[in-house]
């Protein structure tokens, strides 16, 4: 596993109880050494992960080895059916999406995909989908509102592909488009931030009835490394820039972008990739039947409220 900087007394740790553990057998007496280690981990665990920096969570919200999107499909989604293409240029990796079902009820799929390994992740753009991905998405947007099955999106990109192969075919247009779908279907939204959710690129599938972030994800209007570019004209004042965005899922939710917090299973998502899986799974599931069963009559006019909501002085 990688090892982040903050985390390198925890691997200390860890390195120490994977030496002795093979010995256990054969030497009893270490299994007692092995358990004290095994509580002092577990301690270090809780004290490093409850009190993480801002640019401590977007270093665990960028991790390698958190879940992807696949990841959250392939284990929620049944009989899923993946979908390409945009109808006007291509194929984009770095945007998925799909139909299945999510508990028996039929959905539409949309999220960004970093990819695991290096090959993927080249092939994937690093999670950063170019206009043909945005107008993919849409396209499946208005299909879950022509066949009434609710959206489950899942948000991981730094942002949308900022180069000039992207401008010339119109991104900016396609990321707008993407929203004014979102904010138009009459079928309930439910958006998940999984990892990093940068910019435009992030808010274009995230226009959603309910959004929920895990404990260890960001969302901002730009990456901490972008915005001390700007502010600061150098990319080494990106602990102070991630300081000031306010980009981490308390913040949200106490300015009330977000709806609810996901707690993480101690250590990150990145240690614990199945059980992550299944609570963000559960969580989806409960808001949909939240939302279906609810008092909300016009999903779009209730994301428009809530939207329109969003920055107000007094919630600063």
Known sequence: MITLKFEEPIFEVEAKINKLRPRVAAEPSIAEEVSRLEQ??????SKTYDNLSPWERVQVARHSERPKTPDYIEVLISDFTPLAGDRYFGEDPAMMGGIGRLDGTSVVVIGQNKGHDTNERIKCN????????YRKARRLMQMADRFNMPLITFIDTAGAFPGIEAEERGQAEAIAKCLETGFNLSVPIVSTVIGEGGSGGAIAIGVANHIAMLENSVYSVISPEGCASILWKSRENAVEAANALRLTAYDLLKLEVIDEIIKEPVGGAHRHRKKTIQIVGDTIKR???????????????HRNKKFLAMGRANAL
């Open 126 to 133: 690093f999670g950063m989908p170019n206009p043909e991905g």
């Open 287 to 301: 808001s949909l039947s939240n939302l279906l069963n609810g008092n909300v009559s016009d999903f779009s006019e």
């Open 40 to 45: 002092k981990l577990e301690k270090l665990l």
